[in-house]
């Protein structure tokens, strides 16, 4: 996409030229038997908390980092400095980390799984628009006020780019926001995102509504689940909940082959999925930049399980040169950056008469793998979640523990996918906002076993 | 060679806040200005090769704003004087119109106005060792747990960190604190029969002190290492955890755990406030339970002790300038006190501590734990052993998980001992236990006599989220009739 006023902030055009100008200062200061690598990660955002329908935290945050990885010989050497706005500032301090580096070259072990780099080409993408974070508080406020609303809106421009001393320049900024919020009916809560590009008074204000309008069912008396088995349908929050838990490792191939893996059968072909689970990183949902830090670009699809049987893991420049794997052009952790797991055919409105008996979990919250061998996870129910009988909401549930293997829910007791699929950028800011997104289906299973 | 960047004022911007705030002290009630400078070097090696070598140096402020009652944050890493300037019109302009929606009205009294240093204990500077003898040490750590051609993986890192946190405000506060920190990883897996366990030295980033170059001791590491390497061998060939109701022994790695999900965070008074119900979770724990819940049995002591040598969240003062001070959370199993700020304690009425922590420069203030302890209690550990009838000890996480009220929790553990008759018995892999908070800390029977610390570098909450870092130190202990259970073989 070509520059766009409508895009670029004062901020983003400064990184941009900024960003332009040092790769010739740095790259410019290289020995002949050097090469070096850039990635810029960078944003301009409002961070409004919310608690009770009003403003807790209000915090406005900019930040830039500049990410260096020097190559001589067989020696690697990486540094993140600050990305210095002044640009005397900047050239200053990039020569003197560089420096610095190439000092410490001298007294590192070499590095075995070096690879070499090379022109991964050029790429530059704006997307979004600029928005008004005042609008979106105000809407926020009139609909929030009249309900117990707990969250934060998070809105302004992220920015990934990458160059390297043989020619790669990839850029990619995104001017986006996303209200992440739940409502609360004393105890039990309903929750929604409200994600995109540019902010619409009625799109939100619908969701909103219809967020709250699912607290009545909250309101029937609470239903004691004792621990068991049972019939369980899984919202796609509650599903993306899951498939974030395998994002930690069980899509890296190093990993599977260090540790305990969790997809380790499966890659084995000693066990399989359903045929209805399909897996793959697809970057044709927008959710994330093609390039990786090195500036190397996936395919646009990657399979990882097709119709629930293995087809690869990620693979990164490191893992291929310490195992001869091919690479798709993985990140550092070898983790999906752009997760889709396609739908199936079960319908909106058939959800509860396809249940017939059994749980409505709407989300789950704080999984971890509790024998990761055999692909046993742990967690708990979170928010609004029901038991149904005969395909009726008969009240809400107390929060449940399950304990149940990804074989079991995602193969052998595995009924249906929802038609449905949500998309849902990442929401994580730890440290930094990243570019990063999953879409994912509903599931109904017809055994999930709950513990405690 | 020494550590690199050893001077933070040598490389980092300078700033003259003094200067600024006297210009903008009349624009808003109250205006602070704090700067992080942070430099971190990480290093690792698997099977005795090496996997990465990173520098990260990182330097920002952060703006406080008070007007009206409400207090907006506004950060950056552009010192320049017009950045500066930009980022105080902003914060100033957002939180005048966010005041009008604020949750609470706060004043002058919760933000104090200190001036005093804090600098981490230290035998010997961070500078002392060079890249060498840092990988020199990890090389012999990565050896010493290769015991048998069957572990397969050998994973040693170290991350040294040197933070400088200075913070100013127009009242006169000045507090100026300085953290030598170091996070050690060492782990070996073993693959025997087509069984992979991993067992490592005290659990993932557990290894995390305010300390100097002193913790890079062959002496100490190397013997640790073998047993680590030894006892992932053990689990190769160790049968699962019997499923059970057992008396649970657990050391002080797993208590560290135990304590910060179980203890911690449902007393943070933001959660029992409800600002993280959309995140981290809200608390079991009511305001009216302060002075009245038995949280535990007579032999639980909980302290918040930021004043403890060398743990890892050790400091003088709060981000907003709060003399932090040892108070007892939980004495003799009463519910005494809650992790919260000042803001916090005036919101909900709760006695609270000195906990208004941030992250770094970009990120405000929130309740957070700091140094949170079970102390020391009446028993050796020869006592817990043998008096033990049927139980097993667990060392070490690899697993955690807990509901958003913090009540049901399931945690997995690297190593198992089972007990039998007062005696250790042998060696089961993937021990597990579940249970509800409060039931499990009333059933607390038996605390040791010495304690042991450790810490982790990120604890997790916030919106926007941060990960910082806190230190729990306990002893064995040991609770009664605990649901335990292994692996799916």
């Known amino acids: 996409m070509s520059l766009d006023g409508n895009v670029q902030t004062d901020y983003t055009q400064k990184l941009f030229q900024n960003f332009k100008s040092i790769q010739g200062v740095l790259f410019g200061a290289l020995q002949s038997d050097e090469t070096l690598s850039l990635t810029l990660n960078a944003e301009d955002t409002d961070f409004i908390r919310w608690n009770h329908g009003l403003i807790r935290q209000n915090t406005a945050v900019e930040q830039a980092q500049l990410g260096m990885t020097l190559m001589k010989g067989n020696k690697t050497h990486n540094s993140t400095i600050p990305f210095y706005l002044d640009q005397t500032e900047l050239r200053k301090r990039a020569l003197l980390a560089l420096g610095m580096m190439r000092d410490q070259l001298n007294h590192i072990p070499e590095d075995p799984y070096q690879h070499s780099i090379s022109n991964e080409g050029q790429s530059e993408e704006w997307t979004g628009t600029t928005g008004n974070v005042a609008e979106k508080v105000t809407d926020i406020r009139a609909a929030a006020e009249k309900h117990d609303t707990v969250g934060i809106l998070c809105s302004g421009p992220v920015i990934s780019a990458t160059a390297n001393s043989l020619g790669t320049f990839h850029w990619y900024c995104s001017h986006n926001f996303y209200f992440d919020y739940s409502i609360f009916n004393g105890h039990q809560a309903a929750t929604n995102l409200y994600a995109g590009q540019k902010w619409n008074h009625e799109q939100f204000n619908l969701g909103f509504q219809e967020t709250a309008a699912s607290l009545k069912n909250l309101d029937r008396p609470r239903i004691d689940v004792k621990p068991g088995e049972y019939r369980t349908y899984i919202a796609p929050a509650g599903v993306y909940e899951l498939l974030d838990m395998m994002n930690w490792s069980s899509f890296s191939h190093s990993a599977l082959l260090q540790g305990p893996h969790p997809l380790k059968r499966l890659s084995e072909g000693k066990a399989s999925l359903h045929p209805s689970i399909t897996l793959r990183e697809n970057f044709n949902l927008g959710l994330a930049p093609r390039f990786n830090a090195e500036g190397k670009l996936s395919e646009p699809v990657v399979d990882m399980i097709k119709e629930g049987q293995f087809k690869s893991l990620l693979v990164n420049d490191k893992t291929h040169k310490e195992y001869n794997l091919p690479s798709n052009a993985a990140n550092e952790g070898e983790n999906p950056r752009s997760l889709e797991m396609l739908g199936g055919n079960l319908k909106h409105a058939d959800i509860l008469k396809k249940l017939d008996t059994g749980l409505y979990l709407s989300n789950l919250h704080y999984l971890n793998w509790s024998d990761p061998e055999s692909a046993r996870f742990t967690g708990m129910t979170r928010y609004a979640c029901f038991w149904v009988e005969k395909g009726q909401i008969k009240g809400p549930i107390q929060d449940l523990r399950f304990d149940e293997s990804l074989y079991t829910i995602f193969g052998s007791a595995l009924e249906a996918l929802t038609e449905e699929t949500v998309v849902s950028p990442y929401t994580l800011t730890y440290e930094r906002r990243h570019l990063q997104g999953k879409k994912n289906p509903g599931l109904l299973t017809n055994s999930m076993r709950f513990t405690l | ?489």
């Open chain 2, 1 to 489: 060679m020494p550590y690199p960047f050893s001077n933070p004022g040598a490389i980092l911007l300078p700033m003259d806040s003094e200067k600024y705030l006297s210009r903008w002290k009349h624009e808003a009630d109250f205006v602070s200005l704090s700067t992080v400078r942070e430099k971190a070097m990480y290093r690792r090696l698997r099977n005795e090769k090496l996997q990465n070598v990173s520098t990260a140096l990182d330097e920002g402020y952060r703006i406080e704003v008070m007007v009206d009652g409400h207090i907006g944050y506004g950060c950056s890493f552009d010192a320049s004087p017009e950045g500066v300037e930009r980022t105080f019109r902003k914060v100033l302009d957002q939180t005048k119109k966010s005041s009008a929606h604020k949750v609470f009205t706060a004043d002058l009294s919760h933000r104090p106005s200190p001036r005093g240093q804090f600098r981490s204990a230290v035998q010997k500077s961070l500078d002392d060792l060079g890249h060498k003898e840092i990988f020199s040490v990890l090389m012999e750590c990565s050896k010493a747990l290769k015991v048998s051609d069957q572990i397969v993986t050998r994973s040693c890192d170290s991350w040294v960190i040197e933070s400088d946190m200075e913070s100013f405000s127009t009242e006169g506060k000045h507090t100026h604190q300085n953290f030598s920190i170091v996070f050690l990883a060492m782990s070996a897996t073993a693959q025997k029969n087509g069984e992979i366990q991993s067992r490592s030295l005290n659990g993932g980033h557990a290894l995390g002190y305010q300390i100097g170059s002193e913790i890079f001791s062959r002496h100490r590491l190397l013997p640790q290492c073998e047993i680590v390497g030894e006892q992932a061998m053990e689990l190769v060939a160790a049968p699962n955890c019997p499923e059970g109701m057992l008396d649970l022994i657990l050391a002080p790695d797993q208590m560290t755990l135990q304590i910060h999900e179980s203890i911690g965070h449902p007393l943070e008074l933001d959660r029992i406030l409800g600002d993280e119900r959309n995140y981290a979770g809200w608390s079991f724990v009511k305001p009216a339970d302060f002075g009245e819940l038995q949280y535990g049995s007579k032999l639980m002591n909980v302290t918040f002790d930021p004043s403890r040598f060398g743990q890892l969240a050790s400091y003088s003062f709060d981000d907003v300038g709060h003399k932090a001070e040892r108070e007892f959370l939980i004495k003799d199993g009463k519910l005494m006190r809650g992790l919260g700020s000042l803001e916090s304690q005036a919101r909900s009425g709760i006695p609270g501590v000195a906990n208004s922590r941030s992250s770094s420069w970009n990120r405000p203030p929130i309740d957070r734990m700091a140094n949170i302890n079970l102390e020391a209690g009446p028993n050796t550990m020869q006592e817990i052993i043998e008096t033990c009838d049927n139980g097993i000890v667990m060392h070490a996480n690899r697993s955690w998980s807990i509901d958003d009220y913090r009540r049901k929790f399931q945690f997995g553990c690297e190593y198992g001992q089972l007990i039998k008759g007062g005696k250790v018995m042998g060696v089961v892999k993937n021990p597990n236990y579940r249970g509800i908070t409060v039931p499990f800390w009333q059933n607390l029977s038996h605390v040791g006599n010495i304690t042991e610390s450790f810490g982790s570098p990120f604890c997790g909450k916030g919106e926007p989220n941060q990960a910082i870092r806190v230190g729990h130190a306990s002893p064995y202990a040991r609770f009664k009739n605990i649901e335990v259970f292994g692996g799916a073989k």
